[in-house]
């Protein structure tokens, strides 16, 4: 899925049932139609059924909600793509433009098969070509990441390359769903793209695969130090997350590594923090003033050293978790500042099956910190290379000797 770039959190109200979303415009979602996940600024969409381990709502007073975001009218939405079906026409199409007019920037619609995908993608399987792709900030089309072993590694096609031209389709101005459409296709049928890399234009036909992404990675250090890697919140994540800090040495310390982590599930986020904390809040949500809460399960490890990597490319449920142990004081921080994606977004059902995701409202870190625009800061800054290394000496400062 791509780099975004995408994704906040949004109570969903579909047919489905309710649904807890944290979205970004493209993460998941372009990643999705290339068969994994992304990081910038057109990103994706990330949701999670409401109710279960980790979603509660709260009883208590809250902080004031942020400034409404800028969005467009449900019912009114719903009341154009009704009547463009009437007369004949896209219901879908009729409702991009309203929300192209509405100046909410977190706003897309999907149609039933786009939205279908999403699902898929979150159990960390899809269809595609195995590259992250997502629309940089000078506007362009970029390769984020390839998958090691997938159709676009075997091609030669690396991070950097500009996506110009997919199945004959210019991606230039087109919105990430659409590009994940066009990436997306059966198991064994083939895509064009047309790339570009140092201004040298290349042209690649790959065959579409069934893909799949281990979402939590497990390596040692030395001195003790166990780095978890968490490259998305897909389904299951959080009790892998629970399961690696398990099998850790005792004594030693956690180094948890949210870089490029386009966010995903956040009842998954929910969980993994409740991993690291005894209980109590991890973010606090508004859905058109009504003010509510999540809060992690009780019997954490609390003791054990933790330090967090974070970067541009953490996003959403990934920036959830990050400005959790920050602010509750459980982890030091060490990277760059996170992407700053942290509205609601609520989904909209449409009569032609199309579903619009609609800016609603934004949450907060315990602290009180808005996320959205903002990213969360880290305690310690450190670039590249060197975050890593400079996050191992912060152990020597909790006790354990890298």
């Known amino acids: 899925m791509p780099g975004r770039p995408a994704f906040c959190l949004q109570p969903r109200d579909l047919r489905r049932g309710a649904f807890l979303t944290l979205a970004l415009l493209g993460a998941l979602g372009t990643a999705a139609s290339t068969g994994c996940f992304g990081a910038h600024d057109d990103r994706t969409v990330e949701f999670s059924r409401a109710g279960g381990s980790g979603l509660t709502a709260s009883a208590t ?40 007019r509405s100046g909410d920037r977190w706003a897309v619609v999907y149609d039933r098969a786009e939205y279908a995908g999403f699902e898929q993608d979150l159990d960390g399987s899809w269809t595609g070509v195995g590259l992250w792709a997502g629309r940089h900030r000078d506007g362009l089309v970029r390769v984020d990441r390839v998958q090691s072993g997938g159709p676009a590694d ?134 058109r003033g009504s003010q509510r809460a999540l809060y992690a399960d009780r019997g954490g490890d609390t003791v054990r050293p933790l330090v967090a990597l974070v970067d541009g490319g953490t996003m959403s449920a990934a920036e959830l978790l990050a400005g959790a142990l920050q602010d509750r004081g459980r982890a030091v921080t060490v990277g760059s500042r996170t992407f700053g994606k942290g509205s609601v977004q609520m989904p909209t059902e449409l009569p032609d099956g199309s579903v619009a995701e609609l800016t609603v409202g934004t949450y907060r870190t315990p602290g009180g910190r808005c996320v959205d625009g903002r990213g969360i800061t880290p305690d310690l800054t450190a670039g590249g290379e060197r975050a890593e290394e400079r996050a191992r000496g912060v152990f020597g400062g909790l006790g354990v000797v890298p």
């Open 154 to 287: 075997r091609a030669g096609i690396r991070a950097g390359d500009r996506l110009v031209n997919v199945a004959g389709h210019p991606v230039a101005g087109l919105p990430t769903a659409a590009v994940v459409a066009l990436l997306r296709g059966d198991a064994g049928t083939s895509v064009v793209l047309d790339l570009e890399r140092g201004g040298v234009p290349r042209t690649e036909k790959l065959v579409r695969e069934q893909l799949h992404t281990d979402p939590v990675s497990v390596r040692r250090l030395t001195g003790g130090i166990t780095v978890i890697k968490v490259s998305a919140f897909t389904r299951g994540s959080g009790e892998r997350v629970r399961e690696a800090v398990a099998s850790t040495p005792p004594g030693g310390g956690i180094l948890l590594d949210l870089r490029g982590n386009p966010g995903g599930l956040v009842a998954e986020a929910v969980r993994a923090a409740s991993v690291f904390l005894d209980g109590g809040l991890v973010a606090t949500y508004d859905v």
């Open 61 to 100: 007073p809250l902080a004031p909600p942020a400034e409404p975001p800028a969005t467009v009218d449900r019912e009114a939405l719903a009341r154009a793509a009704a009547d463009a079906v009437a007369e004949g026409k896209s219901g879908k199409k009729a409702a991009q433009d309203m929300v192209s």
